[in-house]
């Protein structure tokens, strides 16, 4: 799924991603299961609650990868001089 949407599956960070990934669907998957709604609403809410949750962690991690990446550069161009 992370593929498909365009998002890196690989390295350390695709791992923590498919495991996020993997547990919304998985609780998704709970409330999929007890939904009697014609249109999956109760369903479409809980994933919608689901991923509103995870979204402020997946900001700070891409945050502080960003950061890091950042200072590596910063110290890779004080070698180069």
Do not use: C, N
């Not at 609403?41 to 402020?56: N, V």
């Amino acid at each position: 799924m992370l593929e498909a949407a365009g998002i890196d599956s690989s390295g350390l960070k695709g791992l923590l991603r498919t495991k996020a990934l993997s547990a919304v669907y998985l609780m998704s998957l709970r409330g999929w299961l007890k939904d009697d709604t014609a249109d999956l609403s109760k369903t479409m809410a809980a994933l919608d609650g689901y991923l509103r949750r995870l979204e402020p962690w997946a900001e700070r991690f891409e945050g502080m990868a960003a950061r890091r990446g950042h200072a590596s550069q910063e110290e890779s161009a004080k070698d180069l001089s």
